[in-house]
């Protein structure tokens, strides 16, 4: 279609040129003719005959010398095209245009009009400079505006721009002598006139940059951060357009009345499509939400009537919560009314991942069974953290403080969304009291933790005069006999 524009633009000046020249040449050679019948029709009243005739010479030059200042711009930008691979900005080729056009005119007026005084003309013509200056005040300020833009190129041919007070946005499509030529994303085109332009701020987001984009969204207060964020970046990171060199980023913005507010940062390949990004992300996180049962918030007035704190929830409820204690080896000598016993006592936490649930040398008085997600022991060592063991599903710990009374021995971290069941003294001691074998088998275990705990250095093997150590101590802690 524009190869066809052009051929037929082609034609259509060579045929002009060539009637033109014809025309020219009549000109020259039928001057006395001409003249004649210049006096015949008694035009020599309204003007020298000669210079009627000279006028109609210039007329047909300058048509000719645009034709030429045309293709000879066609030539030296399509060189730069080839050599360059883009194209010349249209205002570079309109300053050549003109300054080619303007030098070509003098040259022509002086050889028709080989008695005008130019330099007169010029003179003349400075009071006339004036006053067209001030008339084209705005004309020219957008094109040196235009000019500084070009020398500056903040923004290119193709990246997405805002600009102005009414924050016009759209990829740019064209930079003229007079205006910014921007198509938005409803397909308008809007003119920003280079002078305007050159005052407001202009955001740019360069084409052959990694621009970002924000979507928001929100959970109710009872789904977990930890997988909200992990289920959307998982979600939003396989969208189409959505750059695979940097992960989305998904992060609390506030706790709002109604819910927590999040906000999922992601990058694109192609900014200029980010409406239509932004539209698929939202409907990935939707049907994310849906798979894994979590909820938007909405706005909501929920009355909560709690005895203790609405952190901490009594897990007195879960079958599952019996289910898991008696799963846990040291528990398993316990009957089922024991296990529900200690399963009512127990509070359930939950700690999102990097939170340190236990930390050396503070004390404590209750232990924890990790309910689900995982822990990280670690101890200090010459100011460097050790890892001492992992944890994982219906493993416990903290028992070592609450057996002997001594403050906890090491650091537990949880690694990732983790929950635990938190069991406290006085439910520990209504085990023992009726089952005081288990006194045992925990020192043992405790002894074997210790030495876990020890460095290479000074590691020794358990002895059983340490084990009885730890279970005397125990009794003492309990006052068991
Ligand atoms: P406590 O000392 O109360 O607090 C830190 C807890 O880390 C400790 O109880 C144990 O439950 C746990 N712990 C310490 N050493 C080890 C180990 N070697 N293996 C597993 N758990 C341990």
Redesign the pocket.
């Known amino acids: 279609m524009k190869r066809r524009q052009s051929k037929n633009r082609l034609i259509i000046n060579l045929v002009t040129a060539v009637v033109i020249l014809l025309l020219l040449y009549l000109a020259f050679h039928f001057q006395a003719d001409l003249k004649a019948l210049i006096l015949r029709f008694q035009l020599d009243k309204v003007a020298d005959p000669d210079q009627i005739i000279a006028g109609i010479k210039l007329v047909l030059f300058g048509i000719i010398a645009y034709i030429f200042v045309r293709a000879l711009g066609f030539l030296v930008f399509g060189m730069f095209r080839l050599r360059k691979g883009f194209d010349a900005p249209t205002l570079v080729r309109n300053v050549f245009s003109i300054v080619v056009f303007s030098l070509l005119f003098l040259l022509i007026f002086s050889f028709v009009f080989p008695k005008a005084n130019l330099g007169a003309l010029f003179t003349t013509s400075a009071i006339f400079g004036v006053i067209l200056g001030l008339a084209l005040q705005d004309t020219l300020g957008n094109f040196f505006a235009g000019i500084s833009l070009q020398a500056d190129r903040p923004f290119q041919v193709g990246d997405v721009i805002t600009v102005g007070a009414q924050r016009h946005t759209g990829v740019v499509e064209e930079i003229t002598w007079r205006a910014i030529k921007i198509r938005t994303f409803q397909n308008h085109v809007v003119l920003i006139n280079n002078s305007s332009a050159a005052k407001e701020p202009i955001e740019v987001c360069p084409r052959d940059n990694l621009n970002a984009r924000l979507v928001y969204f929100n959970t109710l207060y009872n789904d977990s951060p930890a997988k909200a964020i992990h289920v959307v970046r998982e979600a939003v990171r396989e969208a189409d357009n959505v750059s695979s060199r940097i992960t989305p980023i998904v992060r609390i913005r506030n706790l709002s009345e109604s819910g927590i507010d999040y906000e999922c940062k992601y990058w694109l390949d192609d900014y200029a499509k980010y409406n239509d990004t932004d539209a698929l992300v939202r409907q990935r996180i939707w049907y994310a939400f849906r798979r894994a049962g979590l909820n938007f918030a909405y706005p909501t007035r929920t009355l909560l009537v709690e005895r203790k704190h609405a952190t901490e929830k009594r897990a007195g409820d879960g079958g599952a919560l019996v289910e898991r204690l008696s799963a846990v080896d040291i528990f398993a000598p316990l009957s089922v009314e024991e296990t529900g016993m200690l399963a009512q006592a127990a509070v359930r936490h939950i700690f999102a991942p990097g939170e340190t649930v236990?930390r050396?040398g503070e004390p404590?008085s209750s232990?924890f069974v990790v309910h689900s997600g995982r822990v990280r022991?670690q101890v200090n060592e010459n100011g460097r953290p050790r890892i001492?063991?992992t944890?994982n599903e219906g493993d416990?710990?903290?028992?070592?403080?609450?057996f002997t009374g001594?403050p906890?021995?090491?650091n537990?971290v949880a690694l990732e969304e983790t929950e635990v069941l938190e069991i406290g003294h006085a439910a520990m001691k209504r085990v023992f009291d009726t089952n005081p074998d288990l006194v045992e088998s925990l020192s043992f275990i405790i002894g074997e933790?210790?030495?876990?705990?020890a460095t290479q250095a000074d590691a020794v093997h358990g002895t059983e005069d340490e084990s009885d150590g730890i279970l005397s101590a125990i009794k003492r802690f309990f006052g068991l006999s």
């Open positions: 236990i050396a404590g232990m022991v001492v063991a944890l416990f710990f903290g028992e070592m403080a609450l001594e906890r021995t090491a537990v933790r210790r030495q876990g705990l």
